[in-house]
């Protein structure tokens, strides 16, 4: 039933979006780490996402996470030469994450979370609506 | 008293024309809510079917994209279309976007609620029809 479906597309989204929210989570925290585990500056993380069949109980795709790249700008360089990560010339490279981009990616998937959260409980509505069907 | 074949058929179209509608308004709403999950897939093209020639198709029982046979020779595609899922059409956005996406949230939205009530119309004058036969078959 086609009902059911929504379900399964309106979870996708959702499980899609938090991936993205995660991300963008990521970056924030990161946003100052001049080093990271492999020794270079953090480098900023995006969702790329794909529209993807969900299930059999579903005629329509939903949506899911295609892969997680690694944004490939270049560090920024920071003069801070007291730093003991600095550079020879006083440099210090700092993560690529632009914190406006962040914010605004954040509030979109944010956004989005709620519609799709919003659509589920609207199939929940109907579907309640016709399970009740025909008691009087 | 016993039912007959015949009249079992009549209860059946008694209630076909509100169960062709509650099934396409199922399916309207799961081809909206895809359309809202994809809202920031880059290429995603918005779908969306007609509901009025959907519902005349199914009602009728012809596809309503069945050739124009002006000769008794002419030939019709041998696999039926499900009347009960329509043919999917693209959604013209009113401005498009750079990745690519031509879902359009508001437009999205309103064709979500809009579909969502009828819906439950759909859903009420099922109910009255069954309290009606209900009625009819009481003896009283």
Redesign the interface.
């Known amino acids: ?3 059911f ?2 379900f399964d ?2 979870s ?2 959702l499980r ?2 938090s991936a ?1 929210l995660n991300a963008v989570a990521s970056n924030l925290a990161n946003a100052e780490s001049a080093t990271s585990s492999n020794g270079q500056p953090y480098r900023a993380r995006q969702v790329v ?3 993807a069949m969900t299930s059999a109980a ?6 899911q996470v295609a892969a997680v790249i690694e944004d490939q700008a270049p560090p920024k360089l920071v003069y801070d030469p007291k730093n003991p990560l600095a550079d020879a010339n006083g440099y210090i490279a700092m993560p690529n994450v632009n914190v406006v981009e962040e914010m605004t990616n954040m509030l ?1 998937a944010s956004r ?1 979370y709620q ?2 959260a919003d ?1 589920m409980n ?2 929940k ?2 579907m309640m ?2 399970l009740q ?2 008691q ?1 | 008293m016993l039912l007959t074949a015949a009249m079992l058929s009549r209860i059946e179209s008694y209630f076909a024309p509100q169960e062709t509608a ?2 396409l308004r ?2 309207r ?3 909206i ?2 359309n ?7 290429q ?1 093209k918005a ?1 969306d079917f007609d509901f009025r020639t959907a519902y005349e198709a199914a009602v009728s029982g012809k596809p309503a994209d069945a050739l124009k046979a002006t000769d008794a020779r002419h030939l019709q595609p041998k696999t039926q279309v499900d009347p009960l ?1 329509p043919e999917l059409l693209y959604r013209n956005p009113y401005q498009a976007s750079i990745d690519g996406n031509t879902v359009e ?1 508001d437009t999205e ?1 309103r064709e ?1 609620a809009d579909n ?1 009530i009828r ?2 119309a759909a ?1 009420t004058f ?2 009255r029809r ?2 009606g036969l ?1 009625g009819a078959m009481q003896n009283q």
Do not use: K
């Open positions: 039933m086609s009902l479906g929504t597309i309106a996708s989204a899609a979006q993205r996402f794909q529209t579903s005629h329509m795709p939903g949506v979109s989005a519609t799709n659509v609207t199939a509505t109907l609506r016709t069907l025909g009087s | 509650l099934s199922a399916r709403q799961e081809v809510a895809s809202i999950a994809n809202a920031d897939t880059p995603y779908r899922s949230m939205m979500f969502a819906y439950q859903i099922m109910q069954i309290e209900r």
